[in-house]
């Protein structure tokens, strides 16, 4: 939204995080722990995992690479890749070190 003095307001719409985990994941073994998870390979590489909090939509490879959107900030992208690596660990897929993360905010500008 545009005031009198000509300034534009930004707000952030969605943070995306991307994460590593430093080695390969099993995706199959991912898919049979959580059968709400999507995994269609013929139609793309990964797992989709949704979260209800925060509501976020994580995409998982084989890699070990983690896409995560939706969040609103870093903070909540954060807190989704943890608790998605969190859930994993918690039901028995071996994760052996903390993720690493990276920002790419999408910034939307007001009118």
Not at 52 to 80: D, Y
Not at 97 to 102: A, L, V
């Amino acid at each position: 939204m545009s005031s009198g003095s000509g300034r534009r307001f930004i707000s952030i719409e969605n943070v995306v995080a991307t994460a590593s985990l430093h080695q390969n994941i099993d995706l199959n073994s991912i898919v049979r722990i959580f059968p709400g998870v999507e995994y269609r390979p013929e139609q793309f590489p990964g797992p989709v995992y949704h979260l209800k909090k925060p509501k976020t939509t994580t995409l998982l490879f084989g890699s070990g690479k983690m896409v995560c959107t939706g969040a609103k900030s870093e903070r909540q992208a954060r807190k989704a890749v943890m608790k998605v690596v969190d859930e994993l660990k918690d039901n028995g897929i071996v994760i052996l070190s903390k993720p690493e993360i990276q920002w790419n905010k999408q910034l939307m500008e007001s009118r």
